[in-house]
Nanobody
Framework: QVQLVESGGGLVQAGGSLRLSCAAS????????MGWFRQAPGKEREFVAA????????YYSDSVKGRFTISRGNAKNTVYLQMNSLKPEDTAVYYC??????????????????WGQGTQVTVSS
């Protein structure tokens, strides 16, 4: 049974930092992309960042490029999202996802097979 468990969310002031973690278990993810998405109230879930597990190639949305960094742990099936220079508009529930991303863009939610339960990030102004 595949499980993705996020942690590290919380309340932070604008300009601050948070690091989210996603612990993955239940299968081998070497052929997968691991992604972070977020969903603010009343909005659609949107792509934030992704990493290709086998090569560690990284991809970012324009809104977080230069502020967020996605990485993976070497010893464990863990993916991190380091978020710096946070803005109030970054406030959302952040979800970890895993998928093979075959025949489509890695920014699309339907390309991902597995999802975590989400962790709340709130940035105050």
């Amino acid at each position: 049974q595949v499980q993705l468990v996020e942690s590290g969310g919380g309340l932070v002031q604008a300009g601050g930092s948070l690091r989210l973690s996603c612990a993955a278990s239940g299968r081998t993810f070497t052929s997968y992309y691991m992604g972070w998405f977020r969903q603010a109230p009343g909005k659609e879930r949107e792509f934030v960042a992704a990493i290709r597990w086998s090569s560690s190639s990284t991809y970012y949305s324009d809104s977080v490029k230069g502020r967020f960094t996605i990485s993976r742990g070497n010893a464990k099936n863990t993916v991190y999202l380091q978020m710096n220079s946070l803005k109030p508009e970054d406030t959302a529930v952040y979800y970890c996802a895993a998928g093979r991303v075959v025949g489509g863009s890695l920014t699309i939610t339907t390309m991902y097979d597995y999802w975590g339960q989400g962790t709340q990030v709130t940035v105050s102004s």
